[in-house]
């Protein structure tokens, strides 16, 4: 049957370029930041692919629809993509979808692609010469498919981001380990060190990187349904049952700033696990599992800065936005009620705050009704240095906040024992009651301009603490700096 899609695709590929290079040489092909300092990415996972099955021709038409929507710099093919014999005939029409689109693409395999007739090294060797592709075996460690891809800047040779690919395997060494493999200690070494490496050339700060591998590590499971995840999460989590340590090594190295993966048909959200994005891509293939429409995901790196955004596109429809570093999405930007700021004139920096004591203080309603107001004043600092006292004490902290710029914010409150903070009037971040220390988060739209700000906080018994931090779309998640808070 002809698709819808044929003629508008067909239209779009007659204009179609290279971005990265002259021709479909891969070794001729540097990936660099357009001149307007964006690069993009389609991410394209669980294909599936039957040479032999009908609906092979649909799942070529979703990515050609894809390549010709989003005009990307880079298709990354996230794995289970060559899945039934014949596998040769099947990795070369793969290849021929991107030659065809002049698309630079990578790979990563999944667990299914050395169950169709070839091995894991057998595809990137066959892969090797086809035009445009810019994936590699990779050094001799475990797996096939161990590469890091350098983005140069758009006006010098100059690597500016890192897009690390990975390989998780297939099933472990014996069934007692579980259903799946993971990454191994030789490849996290590898991955440290070519981290380490880039960072050394850049002047010792770590570059922006994103991760792309097969199979979810164990960290998607403490995002999964969760508040601030974004997206459909319609299974489980199928990782390992073994936590390999690949994410505490992205922690340590502070270079990667999202994990793309495949592998569960019905998810493709993404969420925030300590300031790193994990995300599903959009299953692609018509032959593979799930309801979900077929797809890929976008994710549009921005040069110089520690910043992407992300989103799913289909042939019918762009969806999911979501920035990173903030953790926000276009829809919360779009349905959210924005708060208007006062007018101020000429304030000065620091906060009011009133200190109370005594009294046994299990939520902040026990302030007034069992505490004594001892001293008021002013702080330049939002922390508990006003405090005379160790136990059963209460602040409460009043002034203004500037913004910077229109947009969503999302504040925390970390505190032991109980916190609340209002902007504007509305209380955003409820941390109240008496508990061990304990994050709570937020999200407030807010105009440009000077808002009421009030913090709240009681010390119970032993072990205070208090930390607020906010982020927007433009700003990655801080402690509160001191230069925004005002009194009128």
């Not at 690069?39 to 599936?48: E, N, P, W, Y």
């Not at 990975?166 to 007692?176: G, I, M």
């Not at 004591?357 to 330049?380: C, F, I, P, W, Y």
Request: net charge negative.
């Amino acid at each position: 049957m002809k698709s819808i899609f044929s003629a508008a695709i067909l239209l779009v590929l007659l204009a179609f370029g290279c971005k990265q290079g002259d021709n479909g040489n891969s070794g001729a092909i540097k990936l660099r930041f357009n001149s307007d300092g964006h690069f993009k990415i389609a991410q394209f996972t669980d294909l599936h692919w039957e040479d032999a099955s009908p609906n092979s021709a649909r799942t070529k038409e979703v990515i050609l629809h894809i390549l010709a929507a989003e005009q990307p710099d880079l298709a990354i093919v996230t794995g289970d993509v060559v899945t039934a014999p014949p596998a040769a005939e099947g990795w070369e029409s793969i290849a021929k979808i991107f030659e065809e689109a002049k698309m630079p693409w990578a790979l990563t395999l999944g667990n299914h692609d050395d169950e169709a007739g070839m091995t894991r090294s057998e595809v990137f060797e066959a892969l090797s010469g086809a035009a445009y592709f810019v994936g590699e075996a990779g050094p001799t460690i475990s797996g096939s498919g161990n590469y890091v891809l350098p983005i140069f800047a758009s006006g010098a040779d100059e690597v500016r981001a890192l897009l690390y690919c990975l390989d998780t395997h297939n099933r472990p060494s014996a069934h007692k380990y579980g259903h799946y493999d993971w990454v191994h200690f030789d490849q996290l070494a590898w991955y440290r060190e070519q981290s380490n490496r880039y960072t050394a050339e850049n002047r010792n700060g770590p570059l922006p990187a994103l991760a792309f591998f097969h199979i979810p590590i164990k960290e998607f499971e403490e995002i999964h349904q969760k508040e601030n995840t974004f997206g459909t999460a319609n299974e489980g989590v199928a990782s390992s049952d073994i936590n390999s340590g690949l994410f505490a090594s992205f922690l340590e190295m502070q270079d990667v700033m999202g994990a793309f993966v495949g592998h569960d048909h019905n998810n493709d959200y993404i969420g925030m696990r300590y300031d790193i994005a994990l995300a599903f891509g959009r299953t692609t293939g018509i032959d593979a599992y799930g309801d979900l429409q077929r797809g890929g995901r976008i994710i549009k790196l921005y040069e110089g800065e520690r910043r992407f955004d992300t989103w799913v596109r289909t042939p019918s429809v762009k969806e999911l936005v979501y920035y990173y570093p903030s953790g926000l999405s276009a829809d919360e930007e779009d349905a959210m009620n924005y708060l208007l700021p006062k007018p101020v004139n000429n304030p000065s920096q620091g906060l009011r705050y009133r200190y109370y004591e005594g009294g046994r203080l299990k939520q902040l309603a026990d302030t007034s009704r069992n505490a004594k107001l001892v001293h008021v004043g002013t702080t330049e600092h939002l922390s508990l240095d006003v405090a005379t006292a160790r136990d059963s004490f209460a602040i409460v902290f009043k002034g203004l906040i500037k913004i910077p710029s229109r947009g969503v914010y999302r504040f925390y409150t970390y505190s032991d024992d109980g916190s609340q903070l209002s902007i504007g009037g509305h209380l955003v971040v409820d941390n109240d009651g008496s508990h061990n220390a304990r994050r709570k988060d937020g999200k407030v739209a807010l105009e440009a301009g000077y808002h009421d700000f009030e913090l709240a906080y009681f010390e119970d018994y032993m072990g205070e603490v208090l930390e607020v931090g906010y982020a927007s779309r433009l700003i990655s998640e801080r402690v509160l700096p001191d230069s925004i808070l005002f009194v009128p």
